[in-house]
């Protein structure tokens, strides 16, 4: 699993409240990766990073930001949580197969989040 | 844009094949990939399949992979009711994030 942990595991916020999700993995990988996950959508990409201070958007974005000034450490931040932002966030990292040239993307355990 | 599609249901008898469909729009996509998702739980990475193959096999788990219909197949062997689960398709190239469909339920019924 690539050794990815996410904190916290389950949140409930209220409606303009900052929050900050954790991503942290101990196998120095550069890629790494926000999703988050909704019935009838499968997983969408919020943002992601190929390195330290390194990070751009996904397709979902708004009203998220990113730090990542680590390189096992990757930060989502809600600016301002709103109802719409209530979903599973699932951080994952991307890695070479050995002798494959090929990229495998591993998952955290997710972070479920409820904004009230 | 870049699009990924899966049918949201399946429901098979245990013992038997279980075949899960998925077509794709970007024809540069690399790898084609299946996971495998567990009530509550995070993302397992099942197998994929390089874009330049036809078929990969992998114990009970079998890939076929029509590039010039851009689809795709997961059949598992002999299907058990541990496989029980949502099953999501991916494509990607390179290191670049991936596209998921939205899922498909796999129901195994004893």
């Known amino acids: 699993d690539a050794g990815i942990t996410q904190s916290p595991r389950h949140k409930v916020t209220e409606t303009g409240t900052p929050v900050t999700l954790r991503c942290h993995q101990t196998?120095?990988?550069?890629?790494m990766y926000w999703y988050r996950q909704d019935p009838g959508h499968g997983l969408r990409l919020i943002h992601y990073?190929?390195?330290?201070?390194?990070?751009d958007k996904g397709e979902v974005s708004d009203g998220y930001s990113v730090s990542r000034s680590k390189t096992e450490d990757f930060l989502l931040t809600l600016e301002s949580a709103t109802s719409s932002q209530t979903s599973v966030y699932f951080c994952a990292i991307s890695r070479l197969a050995g002798g494959l040239s090929s990229y495998e993307q591993y998952f955290g355990p997710g972070t479920r989040l409820t904004v009230t | 844009g870049e699009d990924v599609e899966q049918s949201l249901f399946l429901s098979v008898r245990e013992g038997d094949s279980s075949v899960i469909n998925c077509t794709y729009t970007?024809?540069?996509?690399?790898?084609l990939y299946w996971y495998k998702q567990e009530p509550g739980a995070g993302l397992q990475l099942l197998t994929y399949?390089?874009?330049?193959?036809d078929m990969k096999q992998d114990q009970r788990l079998t890939v076929l992979l029509n590039k010039k219909d851009k689809h795709l197949s997961l059949r598992i062997a002999d299907t058990q009711t541990g496989d029980s689960a949502i099953y999501f398709c991916a494509e990607g190239t390179g290191r670049r994030a991936l596209t998921f469909g939205s899922g498909t339920r796999l129901q195994v019924q004893p």
């Open positions: 399949i390089f874009s330049n193959m």
């Open positions: 990073s190929y390195g330290v201070k390194d990070t």
């Open positions: 196998e120095n990988h550069r890629y």
């Open positions: 970007d024809s540069s996509s690399t790898y």
